[in-house]
């Protein structure tokens, strides 16, 4: 299982970014994807998550982001996007994709936590 994040780059202050993860492999099902960010000398955290619903699923958001950013799903695709709007230079970070997933060993059916790379977002004048 892969977890491919695209998106990023150079946005001025109340510009917009649209982040990709898709999720690749011998996957059956996923529970939840989630962008986590890391900025300069701080810990990695949790910006916004999809849960994996059978009627399509539901979301939730940091204080920080809510209100700006939203987090969907291509039904089609094992893919979130990260929509992010309004930016300000606080966002700047890598931001990461994180996936808890299961995905297919043989007839087993394995339950695994799967990290993106990072793709830079950087907001500024």
């Known amino acids: 299982v892969q977890l491919q994040a695209s998106g990023g780059g150079l946005v001025q202050p109340g510009g917009s970014l649209r982040l990709s993860c898709t999720a690749s492999?011998?996957?059956?099902?996923?529970?939840?994807m989630s962008w986590y960010r890391q900025a300069p000398d701080h810990e990695r955290d949790l910006v916004a998550t999809?849960?994996?619903?059978?009627?399509?699923?539901?979301?939730d958001y940091d204080d920080s982001v809510k209100g700006r950013f939203t987090i969907s799903r291509d039904n089609d695709k094992n893919t979130v996007y990260l929509q992010m709007n309004s930016l300000k230079p606080e966002d700047t970070a890598v931001y990461y994709c994180y996936g808890d997933l299961y995905r297919l060993s043989g007839a087993a059916v394995i339950q695994g936590k799967y990290w993106g790379q990072g793709t830079l977002v950087t907001v500024s004048s």
């Open positions: 999809f849960i994996f619903t059978h009627s399509g699923g539901s979301t």
């Open positions: 492999g011998r996957i059956y099902s996923i529970n939840r």
